[in-house]
């Protein structure tokens, strides 16, 4: 790999020797996918936010750079709390949640604590290179703002968060980012987080362009991690709606090598028929406030049967619950959380039938199941 004297000496150690192990790891990381060089990022996301008592290799690895007074390089947010304080098991389970966030906090990391972090506190431009994990991120920033980032792990987001570099591979390179097949959609109805879920089990690591539908924001935000989840899917393009696709020549620079087609029959097929559960769950990736309000007419002066709960960004939660839709949410019986589902919701020591709107929590949280948001509001009893 060629680097700048900058980034060469960083390597020999002449800024200490935990630069030196970081350098040397976004290197190596580079080396193993064949990249050229270490290219600037505007701004990092991390993914390792739960504090679970397990992870002893990622904590010692962040005592040493915070004993080393490291700071990130770059603007660099992180994703959702666990929900430590949500029960006793998650207490239990989530014992180095405090030590984890005061290293972070010494890092300078932006504690908005949110998967959705380009719902505010963290927006790229069109063309921005990044250094993202979460899945979910990572699909937004490249399909829906045209952003570049790969889908990086836990440390090696860190890494490049602190040097402010990543290697020059896959996403980040023109010709990784054109169209592999074209979905035809033969829907009436659209139900965008199941036609994510479909889209990462078929499409599993190419990048698919959807011909035009007008999805909205939210609908990208669902169908985009949904895909990232069930799928290793980083890119998708839908002609004549995102940044990178204005047209399918432009997307596919040609024709495209591959046709595949969703109907109507295979989103449906994704509903559970049983709408008993123990909880119905909305948010995942975390809601906005811009969904959660529009959730909040389907409960206000009503009460839920089903224990539900919101998932939401955590300063969309704030504002939320600030306003009168939100305490109508709350007077109805739902819990609005700030948390990730998943990691609150995984131990359970009497697992419940969870059913959720949410294609990657379905993929993820076993002994769940997948509703539309018709079927999540009928299980909820409004
Ligand atoms: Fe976000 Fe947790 Fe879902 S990180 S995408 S709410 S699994």
Redesign the pocket.
């Known amino acids: 790999m060629n680097l700048t004297d900058e980034q060469q000496s960083i390597l020999n150690g002449a800024s200490g020797p935990v630069p030196a192990k970081l350098m040397r790891t976004l290197v190596e990381y580079g080396d193993a996918f064949g990249a050229g060089r270490l290219v600037p990022v505007a701004s990092g996301h991390l993914a390792g936010t739960f504090g679970a008592f397990a992870y002893k290799t990622y904590y010692r690895v962040l005592d040493e750079i915070a004993a080393a007074g490291l700071k990130v390089k770059v603007p660099t947010t992180c994703?959702?709390r666990p929900g430590r304080d949500l029960n006793f098991v998650n207490r239990r389970a989530f014992s180095h949640q405090p030590a984890l966030e005061a290293n972070f906090s010494a890092l300078g990391i932006t504690p908005n604590f949110s998967?959705v972090c380009y719902d505010g506190a963290n927006v790229p431009a069109k063309g921005d290179v990044l250094a993202w994990a979460?899945s979910?991120a990572v699909q937004f920033a490249n399909s829906v703002l045209g952003a570049r980032t790969n889908r990086n792990s836990i440390l090696i987001d860190l890494a490049a968060a602190l040097t402010g570099f990543t290697p020059e591979f896959g996403y980040l390179l023109d010709e990784e980012r054109r169209g592999r097949l074209l979905i035809k959609l033969k829907i009436k109805e659209m139900d965008a987080p199941a036609l994510g879920y479909l889209l990462g089990r078929r499409v599993v690591n190419r990048v698919p362009v959807l011909e035009h539908y007008p999805f909205s924001r939210v609908e990208l935000k669902n169908m985009g991690?949904a895909m990232a989840a069930s799928g290793a899917v980083a890119l998708f393009h839908v002609e004549g709606l995102t940044p990178e696709a204005p047209d399918l020549k432009t997307a596919f620079d040609g024709a495209p090598p591959e046709i595949m087609e969703i109907t109507q029959a295979d989103l449906d097929a994704l509903r559970t028929k049983d709408l008993h559960a123990g909880l119905v769950a909305f948010?995942?990736?975390?809601l906005t406030l811009e969904e959660a309000l529009a959730l909040a007419p389907a409960f206000t002066g009503k009460r839920v049967k089903t224990p539900t709960a919101f998932?939401m960004v955590p300063d969309a939660h704030r504002r939320f619950l600030a306003l009168p839709e939100g305490r109508a949410v709350q007077d109805a019986g739902v819990a609005v959380h700030d948390i990730?589902?998943?990691?609150a919701l995984t131990i359970q020591l009497r697992r419940k039938r969870v059913l959720t709107t949410?294609g990657?929590?379905y993929y993820?949280l076993k002994g769940s199941e997948y509703g539309a948001q018709a079927d999540c509001l009928r299980a909820a009893g409004v």
């Open positions: 994703n959702p998967c979460e979910s991690g948010g995942c990736p975390q998932f990730c589902p998943l990691a949410s990657k929590l993820y």
